[in-house]
């Protein structure tokens, strides 16, 4: 057989054999870290359902107990989507960490408690700068308040109410910085006189201990009060430009599925956050708390987040205002939006 009949002869073999089954693509692996707060939910609702894995997203989960705490890892590049509130953000981006904000998942999530001993003072009509000073004048003591680091959205928030709203005395508080659980512990141990708390904090300490009172909303801590937001390292978005819109899209599924049928969304929420220890009906709860409000759309807490930033400026968390250029990137979200009709 010359060259050009055994050139014909394998031709007609490739044409008789049966096509080969097409590979699967594998899995998009998307390492999360998270904070452990009910505004997190949508996610956690996207990868019980199932629809991660059906988007080839191969999620894995890292729990931190801050922002701040979770930019480390997110720099160093061991997760490469970063779960929590948005302050640490921009400051991360000016000191070269590229990182993108590409959906928000839930706002106005801070609330601010206050323990039994100093509930008491904020008696009906009594403005809560009077309460701080009574409390003090009764003890002797500063009230003791609890939230996360300084640069993180609850300890601005925190500030934002004491100083520009309740108009509170200086000497008349002490602010104490502390991880979430920490606070947790701390509020229901009677450790602090209050502190800033989230679902499903605010749910928990209030069923253990009812004297355990919501004093401020989210609404009245800070106007517009940016909350939880999900944001991709450059790189991640830029490799995976698809996976991330099929994670948009599970977001706003996720947060429709949340407000139309959270008893099937608590459980979800509940193996996360819970580890199995926490009540189910308690999730439930929380996920429909007043300090619950699922919102998707990164467009609506743009100038809020501008806003949060002038004001860590102000109080001298933040060196100077940062530009937000290339921070949010909408288009994930505008899509998603289209194709849900």
Known sequence: ??????????????????????????????????????????????????????????????VFESGPNMIQAFASGTIDFYLAGIAPLAVARSRGVDVRVVAATAIAENVFVAAPALAKFFTPGAAPAAAFKAH????GKAARLATQPAGSVPNTVLQYWLWEVAKAEKGDVEIVPMGIDATQQAV????????????????????????????????????????????????????NPEAVQKLVDSLVRAADLIAKNPDKAAPHVGAALGKGIVD??????????????????????????????????????????????????????????????
């Open 188 to 239: 229901l141990a009677g450790a602090v006189e209050g502190g800033i708390v989230r679902e499903p904090a605010l749910t928990i300490v209030q069923t253990r201990n009812p004297g355990i009172r919501l004093i401020a909303g989210g609404q009245e801590l800070f106007p517009g009060q940016p909350g939880t937001v999900v944001a991709g390292s450059g790189a991640f978005v830029t490799k």
């Open 1 to 62: 057989m010359d060259r050009r009949q055994f050139l014909l002869a394998g031709s007609s073999l490739v044409a008789a054999a049966p096509f080969a089954p097409v590979l699967a693509q594998a899995p998009v692996a998307a390492r999360i870290g998270y904070i452990p707060i009910i505004g997190t939910a949508p996610v956690f609702v996207a990868q019980g359902e199932g629809w991660l894995k059906e988007a080839g997203i191969a999620a894995s989960f890292t």
């Open 280 to 341: 189910p009906a308690l999730i439930r709860k929380a996920l429909v708390s007043p300090a619950s409000t699922f919102e998707i759309d990164p467009r609506k807490i743009i100038e809020p987040s501008r806003a949060m930033q002038a004001y860590q400026v102000k109080l001298g968390s933040l060196e100077k205002e940062l530009p937000f250029d290339g921070l949010f990137e909408t288009q994930f979200y505008e899509r998603a939006v289209k194709a849900a009709g």
């Open 136 to 139: 003090k004048a009764a003890t």
